[in-house]
DNA sequence: TTGTAAGCGTTATCAT
DNA sequence: ATGATAACGCTTACAA
């Protein structure tokens, strides 16, 4: 079942069959009714290998991200993927774990099937050492690449980002104008978004002329779990510490989870905030006071962007969005 | 740049390109080296388009689900993708939310892509009503359809499921014997997953004698704060419960809850018990007793299913795994 | 408005 | 072991 058949069936020639499926207008009312019937009748499908042959494109962005399973990333896949589709395009989903070698093989992979963008979603897969981003300014000759809260300079590099720094700088000061003064930063890894979150933190104690101590600055694997044990132990090794503020929302519940156990009083003895603004900021009690990343103005505002591209439009190559602090229960505010 | 470009460097017919790239024995040593040797040095990588013309396949593998944020899906194409990935196949995602029109259209859409099977994740994709699948028989005449935790007879259909209505069939069972006896049933959707764990619930008060009563079986939006807001109301209305037994861990998370602002005593007065052992289980004070539906099981199995009908095995049309109860804290047991 | 025919870059089938 | 060439199904000049 070809564009042969349709051609035969409807009387006409293939290249009309092949002007009414690309809704070419030099057609005739007449004929385009007669082959869309034919077409409907015989229930054909056009054969997208010929088609993309022809065209060299196929329609179909690469999403690329660490994994698909963290909540943060699922929802921008679920963003992307469902505003990639209303503008006609399919995703191709690639998930690549942390370590670089294979980022790099699924990146070309990628590339090898033509795809026609390729989106990077999440800061964790731009490398801290620029040399190792190097591959992504090579293939940005040949195809755009965004990035979905990741900031890479190069010429066909577009990033989408939040405003990390000013709102982590904005949850900071307001736990300290709320009273704390011992505040713990709780992060997970130093991605460009992981360093701008803690840049902002540290900024506001200096802005306040409050010290910036290593000591309050804390690395915790991304789980619940993790991040209870850690205060935990941090608590038991005599730290004193009347806030936190955490990269993740898990971490939050992880704190909130310690203060439980240990019987602190939120937020009258500990204030707690944390990132995301997911559905863990609802799980909790109190709710969590959360930052919302605005992900998915993140990836709409992705997506727009990469569509300017494709029709030619003067396009940012760099778009910051403001966080919103959500207010809730953990904080004295 | 393009096969002919390699051949006439390597001053050999395209035929001895293309036989290189497809592994062919029928090549010296001599001249795969040096064919290789000059693809290297163009950077050649062969087209897609152009491939699949041809051999009319890809090596992509179509998934559809409802929607990828959710956590229990989002696991899912994680793992199927990955898996996928090791088996040197691509897959392209398709988030078709809830309505049947558009299930259907995405599901044309990734075979006019000529995807080699179409996997579909989660029971909500199976429609109750036998003729609303009837589109998914029809093409399993032209590809295989894989079902995740979803079952439908049909000749080249393969389900994998988890043994749901055991699961619930213990969990209440366990509920009874710790001495609870007015159990609250929450569930979110009717689906083929969905009858069987309600079915496993009713069972097993049946298998007890005790009664099963329609007021004790409520549906529920799937998120926390539905959850308990529904608890709230039905305890006001003097409806009397002393376990909660979930269709979904958020379920559960709300019903943990509403027992946090009514004061009452988990789990002596009220137990709970979850559903997916997701990362909400450990969120809260107690930690949640839920049953693990083994998706990462269900993935793989689906997975090695698909390669074994493409390799042409005698495989199984429905395999079924069972699920397991974790217990925490919000149990007597 | 419609048709003819030349690509597009592979794979596969013949020969040799 | 290698080469020539015909598919594969579409798009797109160019002609009519």
Redesign the pocket.
């Known amino acids: 079942m070809?564009?042969?058949d349709v051609s035969r069936k409807a009387?006409?020639?293939?290249?009309?069959v092949?002007?009414v499926?690309?809704g070419s207008?030099?057609?005739?009312d007449?004929?385009r009714n007669l082959v869309l019937e034919v077409m409907n009748d015989l229930g054909y499908t056009?054969?997208v290998f010929?088609?993309g042959?022809?065209?060299g494109t196929i329609y179909t962005i690469g999403i690329m991200c660490s994994d698909s399973s963290d909540p943060y990333l699922a929802h921008a896949i679920s963003y992307l993927e469902r505003g990639l589709r209303t503008h006609g395009y399919d995703s191709i989903l690639c998930c690549t774990g942390n370590s670089l070698e294979t980022r790099q093989k699924y990146f070309n992979l990628l590339r090898s099937k033509k795809v026609d963008a390729i989106i990077l979603a999440g800061s964790k897969l731009i490398e801290m050492n620029p040399m190792d981003n190097q591959y992504l300014i090579d293939a940005s000759r040949e195809l755009p690449i965004m990035l979905v809260n990741g900031y890479l300079k190069g010429e066909n590099i577009y990033s989408t980002v939040c405003d990390d720094r000013h709102a982590t700088h904005e949850a900071a000061s307001r736990l300290i104008s709320s009273g704390c003064r011992d505040i713990l930063y709780l992060y997970t890894s130093y991605s460009y978004s992981g360093v701008n979150k803690m840049n902002g933190y540290q900024d506001a104690l200096a802005g306040c002329g409050l010290p910036v101590r290593e000591k309050y600055i804390r690395q915790c694997p991304k789980d619940v779990t993790s991040a209870r044990d850690l205060l935990l132990r941090l608590d038991h090794s005599g730290l004193s510490f009347d806030a936190v503020l955490a990269s993740d929302d898990a971490l939050a519940v992880g704190a909130v989870k310690y203060a439980n156990m240990t019987g602190r009083e939120i937020p009258d003895s500990l204030s707690i905030i944390g990132y995301n603004n997911s559905s863990y900021a609802l799980c909790t009690d109190p709710e969590l006071t959360s930052i919302d990343s605005k992900i998915e103005t993140l990836c709409n505002t992705t997506i727009n962007t990469l569509m300017g591209v494709f029709h030619g439009s003067n396009v940012p190559t760099r778009t910051t969005i403001a966080a919103d602090l959500i207010i809730r229960a953990t904080t004295k505010f």
């Open positions: 070809n564009i042969y009387g006409v020639s293939i290249a009309t092949s002007r499926l690309n207008p030099n057609v005739s007449r004929t056009p054969n010929a088609r042959l022809g065209l």
